[in-house]
Antibody, heavy 115, light 107 residues
Framework: EVQLVESGGVVVQPGGSLRLSCAAS????????MHWVRQAPGKGLEWVSL????????YYADSVKGRFTISRDNSKNSLYLQMNSLRTEDTALYYC????????WGQGTLVTVSS | DIQMTQSPSAMSASVGDRVTITCRAS??????LAWFQQKPGKVPKRLIY???SLQSGVPSRFSGSGSGTEFTLTISSLQPEDFATYYCLQHNSYPPTFGGGTKVEIK
């Protein structure tokens, strides 16, 4: 059974940093592209970042480019999102999702940016 | 970046109605489109991939069609459990982009 479990979401002040993790199981992790997708309270889905199976290619939404860094450790079946220079508009539920067309999603981890 | 314009943004429908939701891409995306259903407080669930392929376990009343720039999600006979918000996602080119969502409410 595919499982994706996000962690690391907390309340952080504007300008702060945070690292999210996504632990994967139930599939061959290093065969798949992985995404981070977020959803602000009461809003729609916003794609955030993507990483290729080997970590060699990464992509970012303009809203996070230069502030967020996606990475993965295939030896640990884990996906990460380093979030720096956080803004109030980054407040959202952050999901990791498997495969280019997002066939499986985790339950999400809540990031709140507030003073 | 490719923009995905989803319509309508909200609709009211009755149980048994046929419902059609449209996503238009700002440029051609072949068939690299997926549809998702999200119920309040729940994780998005993929319904359709590659424009028209039904995800395993999804009822056959859901169907997808289209290629290039125009895509549709059809629910042939709306059931009570189908009241939710639906999103399209293009992944033909990066960055991937979601449509704005369609909220299907009970009439």
């Amino acid at each position: 059974e595919v499982q994706l479990v996000e962690s690391g979401g907390v309340v952080v002040q504007p300008g702060g940093s945070l690292r999210l993790s996504c632990a994967a199981s139930g599939f061959t992790f290093d065969d798949y592209t992985m995404h981070w997708v977020r959803q602000a309270p009461g809003k729609g889905l916003e794609w955030v970042s993507l990483i290729s199976w080997d970590g060699g290619s990464t992509y970012y939404a303009d809203s996070v480019k230069g502030r967020f860094t996606i990475s993965r450790d295939n030896s640990k079946n884990s996906l990460y999102l380093q979030m720096n220079s956080l803004r109030t508009e980054d407040t959202a539920l952050y999901y990791c999702a498997k495969d280019i067309s997002a066939d499986y999603w985790g339950q999400g981890t809540l990031v709140t940016v507030s003073s | 970046d490719i923009q995905m314009t989803q319509s309508p943004s909200a609709m009211s429908a009755s149980v048994g109605d046929r419902v059609t939701i449209t996503c238009r891409a700002s440029q051609g995306i072949s068939n690299y489109l997926a549809w998702f259903q999200q119920k309040p407080g729940k994780v998005p669930k993929r319904l359709i991939y590659a424009s028209s392929s039904l995800q395993s376990g999804v009822p056959s009343r859901f169907s997808g069609s289209g290629s290039g720039t125009e895509f549709t999600l059809t629910i042939s006979s709306l059931q009570p459990e189908d009241f939710a918000t639906y999103y399209c996602l293009q992944h033909n080119s990066y960055p991937p982009t979601f449509g704005g969502g369609t909220k299907v409410e009970i009439k």
